[in-house]
Nanobody, 119 residues
Framework: QVQLVESGGGLVQTGGSLRLSCAAS????????MGWYRQAPGKQRELVAA???????NFADSVKGRFTISRDNAKNTVYLQMNSLQPEDTAAYYC?????????????WGQGTQVTVSS
C-alpha cells in the first residue's frame, strides 16, 4: 500500500511562513506529478502548486511569487514553502501524487494538514 504523510501545518500570523512536507511510502515504481491542493470551509478544493518528475512547476495565480514547490525524488518527498501568508491562505492542505505501480498510474491523497493564518 502507498501512503502520503503530510507535516508542517500550523498557526501563523499574517506575513509569516510555513513549510509543508509530504512523504510517499510503500511499493512505488515511479512518482510522476506531485502537488498540493487546499480546501477552505465552504469552498471547493483547489490546486495550489504542482511539480512534475522533471521539475516543471505550476502555481495558482493567488500564490505566485509567495509559494514555492520542490521535491526530493530520492526521498519521494514534496515540499511547499509558503511565504507572506495571508488570512485567505487558511485552509486544509492536501498532498496529491500520481504514482506508477505495476504498469498503471494511481492517484493518491494525503490526510490533510491545517494551515491557519491569523490577522
Amino acid at each position: 500500500q502507498v501512503q502520503l504523510v503530510e507535516s508542517g501545518g500550523g498557526l501563523v500570523q499574517t506575513g509569516g511562513s510555513l513549510r509543508l512536507s509530504c512523504a510517499a511510502s510503500g511499493t512505488i515504481f515511479r512518482i510522476n506529478t506531485m502537488g498540493w491542493y487546499r480546501q477552505a470551509p465552504g469552498k471547493q478544493r483547489e490546486l495550489v502548486a504542482a511539480i512534475t518528475s522533471g521539475g516543471s512547476t505550476n502555481f495558482a495565480d493567488s500564490v505566485k511569487g509567495r509559494f514555492t514547490i520542490s521535491r526530493d525524488n530520492a526521498k519521494n518527498t514534496v515540499y511547499l514553502q509558503m511565504n507572506s501568508l495571508q488570512p485567505e491562505d487558511t485552509a486544509a492542505y492536501y498532498c496529491n501524487a500520481g504514482i506508477r505501480i505495476m504498469g498503471r498510474e494511481y492517484e493518491y491523497w494525503g490526510q490533510g494538514t491545517q494551515v491557519t493564518v491569523s490577522s
